[in-house]
């Protein structure tokens, strides 16, 4: 059977940046793309397999740069929640997922994607929102910015978080004024994920294979997974793509992030080297780090969720090593923070085409952007960060 596939489409873009090919032909021979035209130009070789696009456009395969990759496909069993439009919607989907699956009594629930923005009530919901329907139930809801969790009452008592429990180091317990906690958590996922069962083995296999799936499904053809996989713990583990790689189970180019600096290693399916480093929380959790004091919070100006000086230490380790430095930063102090931070590593030991990376680069002053060019660090933005969340 010929090896040699064709593609028959109306348009072609190749992401050049070169005008449309219309009536375009496009040969692969392997994994190689020997050559593309108009159908007049271009000769369809004997024997080949033609895939018959026409009318419609072909593009290359997108690249997510920035994604939880790994940690998304395993959640995708977990409750969804990124189209609820209250509270009540939450409530109710939440009580009919667990009679749905008829949970036992003692079963934590774990869901993700509400946004306060989108929420009628335009809040957040708490503990007694939630205890409505699951009484018997450990509750952990995550809000779509992944720094924020709400919790039921039963979750707090078996994360031990009562009224005299002391904010984490980097996080925030909500109380209300009687001092007891309302429930939601803000950058402080560790005292959650100590106590909450870990996904086994075979449930990150599976959901890498379903996050696989869901990307084909999109376009998608390579991934950056910013999850550091690695420094989770129980919680999750770089395994799954390494044995995915090789039992020839991965159908998809991922270069996974990790939370220690690691040399540049791997192939074209999977690679490592880059370390991801965190600043600040969210805009939506009020932990994003800035210059001035939150609107609608005077009290706060955001959380610095990481170690200084063990970042230093850190990237300038992942620097020695020839790896990529990328920095989670959100609010405008945190940008400064972070291109601080490079600048430091740069100017004990310049690197030409660093290609360090903020990841988010939400809020930045208008030096900022300026320095951000002349360092030449990238500016790693997802489109939802200047649309639905600016």
Not at 54 to 82: A, E, N
Request: with cysteine; proline share 5%; charged share 25%.
């Amino acid at each position: 059977m010929s090896n040699i596939k064709v593609i028959q489409c109306g348009n072609l873009i190749d992401g050049t940046g070169a005008p449309c090919v219309e009536d375009a032909v496009i040969v692969i021979e392997g994994s190689t793309i020997k050559e593309v035209g108009n159908e007049s130009d271009v000769s369809i070789p004997d024997g080949a397999q033609v895939i018959d696009a026409t009318g419609k456009t072909v593009v290359p395969g997108f690249i997510d740069s920035h994604v939880h990759f790994l940690g998304m496909g395993y959640r995708l069993s977990h409750l969804q929640l990124s189209d609820a439009e209250s509270i009540e919607e939450i409530v109710e989907k939440l009580g009919d997922y667990i009679e749905s699956r008829g949970l036992p009594e003692g079963k934590w629930v774990q869901g993700r994607g509400w946004d306060d923005q989108n929420l009628a009530e335009r809040r957040y919901p708490n503990r007694y929102d939630l205890d409505a329907v699951s009484p018997d139930n450990p509750v952990a809801l995550t809000r779509v910015c992944g720094h924020m969790i709400v919790l039921n009452s039963r979750a707090l008592e078996a994360c031990d978080i009562s009224k005299d429990t002391p904010n984490p180091e980097g996080g925030v317990i909500d109380k209300d004024d009687q001092g007891e906690p309302t429930g939601v958590l803000r950058d402080a996922r560790s005292l959650v994920t100590r106590v909450i069962p870990p996904p086994s083995y075979e449930e990150l296999r599976q959901g890498l294979r379903d996050a696989v799936r869901l990307a084909h499904s999109l376009g998608i053809t390579t991934v950056h997974d910013a999850s550091r996989p690695d420094e989770s713990g129980a919680h999750m583990s770089t395994d799954p793509y390494v044995d995915a790689r090789k039992e020839d189970d991965l159908s998809i180019r991922a270069h996974v992030m990790t939370g220690y600096p690691r040399e540049v290693s791997g192939d074209q399916w999977l690679s490592f080297g880059t370390l991801k480093i965190g600043i600040d929380g969210s805009m939506g959790a009020q932990t994003a780090l800035l210059y001035d004091p939150y609107e609608n919070d005077p009290s706060t100006t955001g959380v610095y969720v990481g170690d200084k000086e063990g970042n230093l230490r850190q990237a300038t380790e992942a620097h020695e090593k020839k790896g990529v430095i990328a920095i989670h930063a959100i609010g405008d102090l945190a940008i400064t923070e972070a291109l601080d931070l490079i600048e430091e590593v740069l100017n004990a030991q310049p690197r030409e085409d660093h290609r360090y990376r903020i990841e988010h680069y939400e809020y930045p002053i208008n030096e900022d952007i300026d320095r951000t060019v002349e360092m030449g660090v990238v500016a790693s933005m997802q489109p939802n960060f200047v649309g639905e969340w600016a």
